[in-house]
């Protein structure tokens, strides 16, 4: 299994760069993860960061749609905050595996 | 006397009904099945009917017909669930029903009013679905009239019944077309959620092939947020925009709404179930089998239909107090047809993707990932299978267990 270093810890993680133990996560290494991918996190992305947590945790499926369940951000203001593929960026600093699409 | 309710009489209802008609004595167990409609449909054969190769008469038949004797049917609206009480409430709530256990197969149904601007004023006139026998008739009609232009098919969002379905249509449209000499008047692209044709990536680039030889246009990551009905486009979060003449649509598929007023759905009204005992999550005398489940495989017949062989097992486990052994394993399998004459087909579970081989492994006159006229035959010939046999119970010569013997990982 590959490892990688975030702000001094080091994690494991799969071959796209998704944690493989969300016990490994903690804000600062979020902050780094969200460095790699451009974004500098406010506290609306830490907001969305636990929801998507809480919900992974819980065993519920994420989706783009359950964004707006969260009360912080509609999907309109989810794709502002993590541009391109908001769900796999969130899914990835929040430490947590991407979602899969079940087809 | 002990009651067994079945909540929904489509594929998963029905066929469960005529297994445990047979498999319980009639003297200590009822068995009674509730549904708002009275017509069965063969969905399948939805895919056909915008080309003109079916017509309503050919997927519609009575359920009264595929209901066993034995088995009591009451045609009703379902209002809810109250498993605490372990009854449901029918007829808007005017009449009750007691269970000793519950299987609930209610399906999913399309929701296009989730996306905004679908039911929009070019519904059933430029955008349609081909998801009810009115959406299908009703494209049929406008193909018939279309002589060029963009054939746009989105998928909203998953999951979504028959996964392929999409792939389908829009190989079937390409030899429409073509059959009509305007094959090169005509724009097709696929505008999907996905990063590609499809998920699993064997599949995928054998699909993605497909596609490229047919001149099919792919718009990947795409997800819909609205569609403008004024300029004829659908746009993403992003405003990322696609133009269209005609919109073939695949919306948000959810569960039905009875089960949002039992509270016992997800956020699109699927219920929480085990996906190897196909028990309801928090529930031990609830049963979920079909589209109905939430369980992470492909929403289609073919699942509810292996499913239905280990739920079975397990109920009968539950009523003897036993622990449920039965393990499903998620097994998936698709014809694919590719164009008039020819199709493929996919065999696949929890665990594995599809893979290349040949099915079923004990005759194999099938080829899983590979273009071939004897699929499209078998998808043609499966009709007949459905009407006569799956319904009823019997038993098809396939496994319900997935098995690995004749398939290939490719290098």
């Given at each position: ?43 609306k992305?830490?907001?969305i ?15 783009i749609r359950s964004i707006n369940?969260s009360?912080i951000v509609d999907v309109k203001e989810f794709y502002a905050l993590f541009p391109g593929a908001p769900l796999?960026?969130s ?13 | ?114 996306t905004p601007g ?104 795409f997800n819909i947020a609205e ?8 746009l993403d979060y992003e405003e990322k ?171």
């Amino acid at each position: 299994m590959a490892q990688k270093e975030f702000a001094g810890h080091m994690v494991d993680v799969n071959e796209e760069g998704y944690f493989t133990n969300p016990q490994q996560w903690n804000k600062e290494i979020a902050a780094a993860v969200a460095k790699e991918e451009g974004l500098e996190l406010s506290d609306k992305h830490y907001a969305i960061i636990e929801f998507l947590r809480t919900r992974f945790n819980s065993g519920e499926a994420l989706s783009i749609r359950s964004i707006n369940k969260s009360g912080i951000v509609d999907v309109k203001e989810f794709y502002a905050l993590f541009p391109g593929a908001p769900l796999k960026k969130s899914t990835k600093i929040a430490g947590i595996p991407k979602p899969s699409s079940c087809i | 006397m002990k009651n067994i309710l079945i909540l929904g009489a489509g594929t998963a209802g029905t066929l469960i009904a005529n297994k445990l008609r047979k498999r319980l004595s009639k003297r200590e167990w009822s068995i009674t099945i509730v549904d708002e409609n009275k017509e069965h449909y063969y969905q399948p054969g939805f895919l056909f009917i915008p080309f003109g190769i079916y017509n309503q008469n050919d997927v519609i038949k009575p359920k009264a017909k595929f209901i066993p004797k034995g088995v009591d049917f009451i045609y009703s609206q379902i209002d809810k669930i109250l498993p605490q009480e372990n009854k449901v409430l029918i007829a808007e709530g005017k009449r009750e029903l007691k269970y000793d256990f519950l299987i609930i197969a209610t399906g999913t149904r399309i929701a296009p009013e989730e996306t905004p601007g679908l039911l929009g004023e070019l519904w059933h006139k430029d955008i349609f679905d081909f998801y009810t026998v009115e959406g299908a008739v009703a494209l049929a009609e406008r193909l018939k009239s279309f002589n060029g232009g963009k054939l746009v098919v989105n998928i909203t969002e998953l999951p979504f019944k028959c996964p392929v379905a999409p792939l389908e249509f829009i190989f079937l449209a390409d030899t429409y077309f073509k059959k009509r000499g305007i094959r090169d008047k005509v724009e097709l692209t696929l505008v999907t959620p996905l990063p590609g044709a499809f998920t699993k990536p064997i599949a995928t680039k054998m699909l993605s092939g497909l596609m490229e030889e047919k001149n099919i246009k792919i718009v990947p990551d795409f997800n819909i947020a609205e569609v403008d009905n004024l300029n004829k486009k659908i746009l993403d979060y992003e405003e990322k925009a696609v133009e269209f003449d005609i919109l073939v649509t695949i919306p948000t598929n959810k569960g039905a709404d009875m089960i949002e007023r039992s509270s016992m759905g997800d956020d699109l009204n699927f219920v929480p179930t085990d996906k190897h005992t196909l028990q309801a999550v928090g529930h031990e005398n609830i049963f979920v089998l079909g589209d109905a489940a939430n369980l992470p495989t492909s929403k289609a017949g073919s699942v509810a239909h292996f499913a239905a062989d280990f739920l079975e097992d397990n109920l009968i486990s539950a009523i003897n107090g036993k622990p449920l052994k039965a393990k499903f394993d998620g097994h998936a399998n698709c014809y694919i047809v590719t164009s008039y004459s020819k199709g493929t087909l996919i065999d696949f579970n929890y665990e594995t993707e599809p893979l290349p081989g040949r099915y079923p492994y004990w005759i194999g006159p099938f080829g899983l990932l590979k273009d071939t006229r004897m699929n499209y035959f078998g998808k043609l010939f499966f009709k007949w299978m459905y009407w006569n046999l799956l319904l009823k119970g019997h038993h098809l010569p396939v496994t319900s267990h997935m098995s690995m013997c004749c398939k290939e990982k490719p290098e």
